[in-house]
């Protein structure tokens, strides 16, 4: 049984920072594309970053930039550091592992506020 756990969310300033983590466990993790979603109140989930088996990384535009996506296949964690945090980037992150099922964790909350 694959499972994903999020952390590193949290309350931050405009302008801040934050580090996500993503650890699997029950998958053979390297193999897999990982990728982070979000979903702010009202509104559909949506991409944010992907990261192939072998470390190809593609952003949605609006986190171009300001976000970078890695992974440690010894750690079967994937990251997600997030710089010059909007307010507009407030939601719940989720990671996803890319397969057939695809595999989601349970969401960690951003809220960016001043």
């Known amino acids: 049984q694959v499972q994903l756990v999020e952390s590193g969310g949290g309350l931050v300033q405009p302008g801040g920072s934050l580090r996500l983590s993503c650890t699997a466990s029950g998958s053979i993790f390297s193999i897999y594309a990982m990728a982070w979603y979000r979903q702010a109140p009202g509104k559909q989930r949506e991409f944010v970053a992907r990261?192939?088996?072998?470390?190809?990384?593609n952003y949605a535009d609006s986190v171009k930039g300001r976000f970078t996506i890695s992974r440690d296949n010894a750690k079967k964690t994937v990251y997600l550091q997030m710089n010059s945090l909007k307010p507009e980037d407030t939601a719940v992150y989720y990671c996803k592992q890319v397969g057939v099922p695809p595999y989601w964790g349970q969401g960690t909350q951003v809220t960016v506020s001043s």
């Open positions: 990261i192939t088996s072998d470390g190809v990384t």
